[in-house]
Every structure is written in structure tokens, then in C-alpha cells.
T-cell receptor, first 115, second 114 residues
């Protein structure tokens, strides 16, 4: 079945560092990918919609300059957390899918810990 | 905006007992409904989906859900749970009128007690 690969699975870094997270669709092309943030014991919060070849669409309240999204190919979207601070520590999950009547396939998530 | 409500944040249940996890969504004409399961430190895995047709849908691991349009509900059920079913369960709605985004409920933590 369709697989979405997310890398890295866990990253720990110092405050002020920029961190890049990759989301790849392994056996299908994805013109649209979604990035979510999940706090402990909470649901997924949609951060942005990543569109291949164009700018991402951000949800209200999400800082575009803080969370840079690049979707340069049909199989890869990246989320860069710029100048990360401890409050950015969270579980970030991406998803990708085909037609609207198909479910999204989720990556295994990236646990980001900023010290 | 679309909203999804999972009324029960935590559901403890004994092994081999039946369970129902509730999900209600705000009314909309064109929605698709999904249930996902999340194990610790992992992404989401699709349990089942409702797109159209029969209102009772069967998924993996013995789960099933029933779409009730009049009550705008999509409750998840399993007749006999196992220890391995302990996980977080999320109901999700995809609204075709608002850009195909997924909207998730707040999740229900299912704990199966031996």
C-alpha cells in the first residue's frame, strides 16, 4: 500500500538551530501534502497545506517565516523550523494522499526536542 | 469551519469486552469520514473510512463504524477488544467544500485492562 516516509524520526538540538524535516511519498505522487503538529495527549493540528510547485497555504495563527515549507517535487515536501526554541518542541506529522475520496497516508512523525 | 467532536477523552475497558468510541461532526453535505489509530510515538494508521454507500463500514483489526446522517455521527465499535487495541483513536472528517483538508477530533485514549 501507499507509504509515506518521514525523516528524521527524532531530533534533539540547541535553541536557535534550524531543523529540517522531510516527508516523502514512496510509491505515489502527491501534489498536496499536509503538515500537522501534535502536542502530548492532544489531537493533530493542521499547520499548513504543502502544494507542489507553489506556495504553501498556512492555517491561521501559524507563522510562515517560522515554519518554512518547500514542496519542490511530487514526492517530497520539507518543513523547516527556523531558529527553533523550546516552545517549538512537539511531534510533527506529515500526510499525503491521492484523490479527495481517498484517505491520507501519514508519516510516522518527527519528535522535535529543543533544549 | 468543520468541527469534529469526540465526547470521550479516555475509555477504559476490560479485555474481550465490547467498546464504542463516539464521534460527531458538524453538519455538511459533502464529507468523508475516517477513523485512525495512533500507537505511541508513531504516525496515524487508517482503521476504516466512509465515502458513500452502506452506512456500516468494516475496517481492520475487527473494528467497524456506522455512519448516521441524521445524527451526524460516526461511532467506532468493536465487539471484543484485545490488549493490543490500547492506543489513541482519532475521528477525522474531510470536507470537500473547504479544500479537502482533514479535520481531526481531539482523540479518545482506549485502555484495555487485562
Amino acid at each position: 500500500g501507499a507509504v509515506v516516509s518521514q525523516h528524521p524520526s527524532w531530533v534533539i538540538c540547541k535553541s536557535g538551530t534550524s531543523v529540517k524535516i522531510e516527508c516523502r511519498s514512496l510509491d505515489f505522487q502527491a501534489t498536496t501534502m499536509f503538515w500537522y503538529r501534535q502536542f502530548p495527549k492532544q489531537s493533530l493540528m493542521l499547520m499548513a497545506t504543502s502544494n507542489e510547485g507553489s506556495k504553501a497555504t498556512y492555517e491561521q495563527g501559524v507563522e510562515k517565516d517560522k515554519f518554512l515549507i518547500n514542496h519542490a517535487s511530487l514526492t517530497l515536501s520539507t518543513l523547516t523550523v527556523t531558529s527553533a526554541h523550546p516552545e517549538d518542541s512537539s511531534f510533527y506529522i506529515c500526510s499525503a494522499g491521492g484523490a479527495s475520496n481517498q484517505p491520507q497516508h501519514f508519516g510516522d512523525g518527527t519528535r522535535l526536542s529543543i533544549l | 469551519a468543520q468541527s469534529v467532536t469526540q465526547l470521550d477523552s479516555q475509555v477504559p475497558v476490560f479485555e474481550e469486552a465490547p467498546v464504542e468510541l463516539r464521534c460527531n461532526y458538524s453538519s455538511s453535505v459533502s464529507v468523508y469520514l475516517f477513523w485512525y489509530v495512533q500507537y505511541p510515538n508513531q504516525g496515524l494508521q487508517l482503521l476504516l473510512k466512509y465515502l458513500s454507500g452502506s452506512t456500516l463500514v468494516k475496517g481492520i483489526n475487527g473494528f467497524e463504524a456506522e455512519f448516521n446522517k441524521s445524527q451526524t455521527s460516526f461511532h467506532l465499535r468493536k465487539p471484543s477488544v484485545h490488549i493490543s487495541d490500547t492506543a489513541e483513536y482519532f475521528c477525522a472528517v474531510r470536507n470537500l467544500n473547504t479544500g479537502n483538508q482533514f479535520y481531526f477530533g481531539t482523540g479518545t485514549s482506549l485502555t484495555v485492562i487485562p
